[in-house]
């Protein structure tokens, strides 16, 4: 038996003064009589209000301990409700391995431990066991391989989540789920669906009080993938009462269309917001039937009852407008790009066509902007577990960049379909100008950020996250330089040849900062900030990019862009004077002072088109100085890059961004 008894002996000045001192002798007596007795009977005399609690590893529920190599995440660790809440620090470690933070890449087993720090009630601890993490070749799946439904629900009628598996671009199928854990308001249940995978505190039902739940999931070793613990599902919201849906919780896509080539207004809840999924009617100006005349149109929708929400009627959202076609003006979202909702990160034209490329290693092209197909992610030699972050058109090819999950990669395709892996960048040990076949060779490990196109010499440049060049000749063989930090974007100004006429490299980064190197292969020493505080467009903004045009007034111009809509060219015609920042000129602000992430040039309309953050699209008809908006179809999301091509007489820009979106703009 444990008994805690707190004594407190006040020795205050009414209680201490020289008359009472034998009441006060009285309580010392009687105080330690008290304690006599408790420790006679076994009880312990607290020497503490309270005792901290020790987390252990049967505190917490663990996932993520059989990964794919080179695909590896972090192993989850969750807290059950009611544990200690401290942070936690996780270590990997085995023969080959030396214990780190960093999550190992390579096939084999790790011993995976970790730390808890300490909270209220709650003590830290070192190195507690979490088991065994088996990297292997084998793909392992993920919470974005299933889809997920009926995550909101009314307390009193419970309904089943359902988590399906998606067939992959591969056409392999990842597992059935076997269980499905709810997380939240103190409870941790578990729902089994085949058996109990899992056993954390199992119950074969859902939540049914009211509140939020994490739901987690649990697949079994099936079709040729590994199994997976606690994979995310989204978070399950019981409530007591409907909710009546508002327009605000939706998005129309498609409001601004083109005369003979009009479609269906489409509706869609907003990224993140939680709102229903009842069925929806279109009506424009009060019909369901679709307009195809040039015009402006009232648009609303009805919703039906669905789950947790009530029907509503005539939900406002916006005006149709059904226009004349004006290339890099207005834009359309296509139906189709095959990215899911993986990132593009960049689009070039070419050979007939436009070919896009982003994470999950994933290709597509098209013939007119519209109408995308799918490359397979094996043919490209990024595989599904690279990320493509820059393509370009040169010397008759295309030519692809990025991380294969392993090492930087690029890759060559002459119709933008089939693919070759180009001989690996490798950089010489020694300064630039070393021929790499003859010196000593170190192994590319870095991400390449970027390629850049020399277009009269057929050349290359592939510069990674690092700054680190390689500048590849049409013979194949590599040069190696370094520009020595962070490099967002570079051009080539100049014609080839000798001396100060063979031209110059133009490099930007962040703080304003734009460099040069005189040199026909990039360089090894970048000269030094072109721009002082007096004479900087940019002042302390990141610059994003850089690019090089042709013009009808004159030879070449340079245009680089930035944060806060700034931009900054140069458009002299003799080529040697562009490194002297008094040949440079600040432009207009475009979209609206947002930052841009690309540029574009129509060459027959000398149009400008700007691309960047929160969907925002704007084109200048006069060298920069004023910028004009497009209608905004990527809503919030950022667009990342933008391409021009002429196909059949039909002029053509198409963006590409996050959530796998394109959008083009045609001139008829």
Sequence with gaps: MRLNVVFTLHKGDKIMTKNHNAVYRLLVLLTILAASILIFFGCDLPTRPYQLQTPDTEDYMIGRLVQTNDDVEPVRILAKPGKSSG??????ENDNYNRSLEVPQAAGKYTVTFNVAAVPGWSA???LPAGILEVNGKPTPKGSHYTVKNLQQLRDSPTEITIEPNMQDNGS??????????????????????????NVNSRADIPQEVGTYSVYFDVGEENGWNPATLLFAGDLRVVEHRTTPVAGQFIADSLVQIVGSTKSVTVRPGDGIPASDGAITVKYNGSTDRPTGKGRYKVTFDIAASGIWNEANDLPLGDLHIVDPDSGAVWILADTSTFGTSTIRSIAFGAGKFVAVGDHGKMAYSTDGETWTAIDSTATTFGYTGRINSIIWESNSFVAAGWDGTRGRIAQSADGITWRDLQSPTWPVDKIGSDANSKALQNLTEEISFVVPHIQSGMILAITANGRTASRRPNDKWWGGNFGSKVNGAARYGYGGNGADKGRWFMVADSGRLTWQNGADGGSSPGTNMWNTNNNPFGTSNINGIKTFPTSSSPTIVVAWGNNGKLAFSDDKTNNNANNASYWKAGGVALGGKDIYDLTFNTNRNRYVAVGSAGSISYSDNMLQTWKD??????????????????????TFVAVGEGGRIAFSKSK
């Excluded at 942070?87 to 990997?92: A, E, L, M, P």
């Excluded at 990842?174 to 899992?198: D, W």
């Excluded at 809503?635 to 890059?641: E, M």
Aim: hydrophobic fraction near 30%.
């Design 125 to 127: 601890e070192r190195d």
């Design 87 to 92: 942070s936690i620090t996780t270590f990997y």
């Design 173 to 198: 199928t990842p597992p059935a789920v076997r269980t499905v854990h709810y997380i939240g308001n103190g409870s941790a249940l578990s729902s089994e669906k085949v058996q109990n995978f899992r």
């Design 630 to 651: 497009g209608n905004n179809v990527f809503h919030s999301s950022r667009i990342n890059a933008v391409t021009y091509g002429v196909i059949d007489g039909t002029e």
